[in-house]
């Protein structure tokens, strides 16, 4: 059998979701879910779902123990296919400390979660950053010196790139004379 | 703001009762807390009243609360 391709595993993850929109959950839904994450267990978001999906709905006949343990499952094949990418780390974190009693291995996940999302926010400043800073107009590097104020006060030691671009608005905003001359004076 | 404010009082008004029949036959749930709000479970564990439960389950009654409105925003 050939692999589904990227466009038809997003149509059938919408058509599923879809499933749900009147009464989310149901028999159908549940089943296109399924069907789904056996064909491709590497496409994390409906296993994300899938598990988050079986937290908020009853599942008549079935055994709770059960149900945790698909939850689990899912979400530690999703921490798997997306290389531990941030929400499925933070998704299992929540589920250990709310379900398994397990508060200590939930803040191992939530510390490496917050860590990945950091270098996200990081990246996402950065780029914000040099863009105000190419437009290069009075309203843009007044919008880049609000964010440099952000980021300083969540990273006191930015990463390089990030730390280079604050200069640039820096220098940019003492020539458009929104700051004072960082020449001019002594300190 | 008055949004987020009924939005926030929705949340305190959950009651354990509320959660997926399923769910709630899992061992160690909290059964004896099924008829109270997340405000009288976090007015407990504030006032340090344990007489109805552990700090443990009260502990685990306000994650358990939290939970299926977090989950729904992200459905």
Same mark, same amino acid.
């Given at each position: 059998?050939?692999?589904?391709?990227?466009?038809?595993?997003?149509?059938?993850?919408?058509?599923?979701?879809?499933?749900?929109?009147?009464?989310?959950?149901?028999?159908?839904?549940?089943?296109?879910?399924?069907?789904?994450?056996?064909?491709?267990?590497?496409?994390?978001?409906?296993?994300?779902?899938?598990?988050?999906?079986?937290?908020?709905?009853?599942?008549?006949?079935?055994?709770?123990?059960?149900?945790?343990?698909?939850?689990?499952?899912?979400?530690?094949?999703?921490?798997?296919?997306?290389?531990?990418?941030?929400?499925?780390?933070?998704?299992?974190?929540?589920?250990?400390?709310?379900?398994?009693?397990?508060?200590?291995?939930?803040?191992?996940?939530?510390?490496?979660?917050?860590?990945?999302?950091?270098?996200?926010?990081?990246?996402?400043?950065?780029?914000?950053?040099?863009?105000?800073?190419?437009?290069?107009?009075?309203?843009?590097?007044?919008?880049?010196?609000?964010?440099?104020?952000?980021?300083?006060?969540?990273?006191?030691?930015?990463?390089?790139?990030?730390?280079?671009?604050?200069?640039?608005?820096?220098?940019?905003?003492?020539?458009?004379?929104?700051?004072?001359?960082?020449?001019?004076?002594?300190? | 703001?008055?949004?987020?404010?009924?939005?926030?009082?929705?949340?305190?008004?959950?009651?354990?009762?509320?959660?997926?029949?399923?769910?709630?036959?899992? =061992?160690?749930?909290? +059964?004896?807390?099924?008829?109270?709000? /997340?405000?009288? $479970?976090?007015?407990? &564990?504030? =006032?340090?009243?344990? +007489?109805?439960?552990?700090?443990?389950? /009260?502990?685990? $009654?306000?994650?358990? &609360?939290?939970?299926?409105?977090?989950?729904?925003?992200?459905?």
């Amino acid at each position: 059998m050939t692999h589904l391709s990227v466009d038809e595993l997003v149509k059938r993850f919408e058509a599923a979701r879809k499933a749900g929109e009147h009464e989310r959950g149901n028999r159908e839904q549940l089943r296109l879910l399924r069907e789904l994450a056996e064909e491709c267990p590497a496409f994390t978001p409906n296993l994300l779902y899938l598990a988050r999906v079986q937290q908020v709905i009853d599942q008549p006949g079935r055994n709770p123990e059960e149900v945790f343990s698909e939850i689990q499952r899912l979400l530690e094949l999703a921490i798997l296919g997306s290389n531990r990418g941030a929400p499925v780390i933070l998704e299992l974190g929540n589920f250990l400390d709310t379900f398994q009693n397990d508060p200590l291995g939930a803040m191992k996940l939530y510390e490496e979660g917050e860590q990945k999302a950091l270098a996200i926010l990081e990246d996402a400043w950065f780029f914000k950053l040099r863009y105000w800073n190419l437009e290069r107009t009075k309203e843009s590097l007044e919008k880049a010196l609000r964010l440099c104020a952000l980021v300083e006060q969540v990273f006191p030691e930015p990463n390089t790139y990030l730390e280079d671009e604050i200069q640039t608005t820096k220098r940019l905003a003492a020539l458009e004379g929104l700051l004072p001359d960082p020449n001019s004076s002594p300190g | 703001m008055a949004a987020r404010m009924l939005d926030r009082i929705s949340l305190l008004n959950m009651r354990v009762g509320q959660l997926p029949a399923t769910l709630q036959r899992a =061992r160690n749930f909290p +059964s004896q807390l099924k008829d109270y709000t /997340l405000f009288e $479970v976090k007015q407990m &564990l504030e =006032r340090e009243d344990f +007489s109805l439960a552990t700090k443990a389950q /009260l502990n685990s $009654v306000v994650k358990i &609360l939290q939970n299926p409105k977090r989950l729904m925003e992200k459905l």
